[in-house]
């Protein structure tokens, strides 16, 4: 069955360090989505990508932030100077159409120190 | 803006027990509605979902109907396993976007 992969499962970075984190959608979809959840909260909803471009962002998807899908097969999420409060676990999601479920990735758990 | 209210946890069961969950939401539209299940250590998985008004979702035994009437999505099942442990998350979808807003989750602890 087509899943959602997201690596590195867990990454660990410094304080005003550089991240990124590496999704592989399923194929033949076309809408594409980072949420975030930090420990103990609800998941929060980041960004949403479509014919490479972003079509919608939360307030939390700030100048820190940034999305690509720089081979047509990865999409990535960018973040600059990382925060502790940027600790969090970051799920990754795709969909074929609007209106239908979107599929989850594994999540990559990002800790800040 | 849209939201969803579900209730908090931990909800504490014995195998067998009858389950329920409750959910309602807040949209300006006419939101799909969605349950999704969190296993320990895994990712957000799709359990079951209702894309309008008294649709039945049903899946593994779960099941939820869109109430719009009363803005609600309970999840519930009739006899709940020691694997059905996990945390639960109401969430909804306004279809212009597919953007899904979630409840807090809730976290069902079956035991034995």
């Known amino acids: 069955e087509p899943e959602v992969t997201q690596t590195p499962s867990h990454q660990v970075t410094q304080m005003g360090q550089e991240v990124i984190l590496r999704c592989v959608p399923i194929s033949n979809h076309l809408y594409f989505y980072w949420y975030r959840q930090i420990l103990g909260q609800k998941v929060e909803f980041l960004v949403s990508?479509?014919?490479?471009?972003?079509?919608?962002k939360s307030e939390i998807f700030d100048d820190q932030f940034s999305v690509e899908r720089p081979d047509g097969s990865n999409f990535t999420l960018k973040i600059r100077s990382t925060k502790l409060e940027d600790s969090a676990m970051y799920f990754c999601?795709?969909?074929?159409?609007?209106?239908?479920?979107?599929?989850f990735g594994q999540g990559t758990r990002l800790t800040v120190v | 803006g849209d939201s969803v209210t579900q209730m908090e946890g931990p909800v504490t069961l014995s195998e067998e027990a009858f389950l329920t969950i409750n959910c309602t939401y807040t949209?300006?539209?006419?939101?799909?509605l969605f349950w999704y299940v969190q296993y320990p250590g895994e990712g957000l998985q799709l359990l079951l979902k209702a894309t309008k008004a008294d649709d039945k979702g049903s899946n593994k035994g779960f099941e939820a109907t869109y109430r719009k009437e009363t803005t609600s999505f309970h999840l519930e099942k009739g006899s709940v396993q020691v694997s059905d442990s996990a945390v639960y998350f109401c969430a909804l979808s306004d279809g212009a976007t597919n953007k899904l807003i979630f409840g807090t989750g809730t976290l069902l602890a079956v035991q034995p």
């Open positions: 999601a795709s969909s074929r159409s609007l209106n239908i479920e979107a599929f």
């Open positions: 990508f479509y014919n490479n471009e972003i079509s919608e």
């Open positions: 949209a300006t539209g006419y939101p799909s």
